[in-house]
């Protein structure tokens, strides 16, 4: 076909959908075993459908993804605690107790790591498509506040698309409102979303965070020390907060991590020196989770 679509003689789905979706009333077609498979809500959430719901979740965002022309992402972890500069002054006039007032100041220390993200996502997004079509680089982070808002406002503020990976929480967390709305995504599965973050992966970038940024950068460094995923760069802001939560030394020196697994990231300060190590050690532009 002319369009290079590929022809098909069936009736599209989406047309029997609709038609099958209003029946004529009869007991019959009024009671759920009659619904086409893939319209009963019921029957897609039981318990036996997980695998099904599995391949749903890696499916949607892999298709929209390719369809956009994202070849390559920089993953952007982080708190989504962390204020952006002008929330500091809210945040303490708010803390009520000396021990809210003592994490307060230590958030607020920690600030500046907005616009460092802010300001790399920006670099990142104005990295040329290298053939014209294909889009590297592209801004990928949570989708929520603080961290993730900043690396997805950078990259609009460049007048660039980017990526926004949301789960589902017991407490709404909406995406932010730097998300390219067709590029903004909701994961019922944390492993899905994870996946997602990596397939595409060119760099990353690590910011001061909490359980969640830490599940994130340890299985990212078991997949590239075990060469289940190529290596990339990836980048740890605040060499000071990561010495002090993480003693990556004594791992090694414990012995259950090898001294040259520490090579694996490389600690830096500012948005500036993190892309020029990526610009000098950027991973080739291609798929580098293992198939």
Avoid at 3 to 8: F, N, P, S, V
Avoid at 84 to 93: G, K, S, Y
Avoid at 201 to 216: H, L, N, Q
Wanted: net charge negative; glycine share 6%; charged share 20%.
């Amino acid at each position: 076909m002319s369009d290079g679509q590929t022809h098909r003689p069936f009736k599209p789905a989406a047309r029997e959908a609709d038609f099958a979706a209003h029946p004529t009333p009869t007991a019959q077609t009024e009671h759920p075993a009659y619904r086409l498979a893939f319209q009963d809500h019921d029957f897609l959430l039981r318990e036996e459908l997980r695998p099904v719901r599995f391949q749903l979740e890696l499916l949607k965002p892999e298709l929209l993804l390719t369809e956009a022309g994202i070849a390559s992402t920089f993953v952007f972890y982080g708190s989504a605690r962390i204020p952006a500069p002008e929330e500091v002054a809210a945040l303490e006039a708010a803390a009520d107790t000396p021990e809210r007032k003592a994490v307060v100041a230590r958030l607020a220390a920690k600030a500046r790591y907005y616009e460092e993200a802010r300001r790399l996502a920006h670099l990142a997004s104005c990295e040329p498509c290298a053939d014209g079509q294909d889009r590297h680089y592209v801004v990928c982070s949570g989708g929520g506040p603080s961290i993730m808002e900043a690396a997805n406002r950078g990259a609009h503020e460049a007048g660039g698309i980017s990526v926004g990976l949301n789960v589902v929480l017991p407490h709404e967390q909406l995406p932010n409102a730097f998300v390219t709305p067709g590029l903004s995504f909701q994961f019922h599965y944390f492993a899905l979303r994870k996946m997602h973050f990596l397939m595409r992966a060119r760099a990353v970038a690590v910011f001061p965070g909490g359980f969640g940024t830490f599940d994130e950068l340890f299985e990212l460094l078991t997949l590239v020390q075990t060469g289940k995923m190529a290596a990339i760069p990836i980048l740890l802001f605040g060499r000071e907060f990561w010495e002090r939560v993480v003693n990556f030394e004594a791992l090694a020196e414990e012995g259950v991590i090898a001294h040259a697994d520490l090579k694996l990231f490389h600690f830096v300060e500012t948005a500036e020196e993190a892309w020029a190590h990526v610009c000098e050690h950027g991973a080739p532009a291609e798929v580098l989770m293992a198939k």
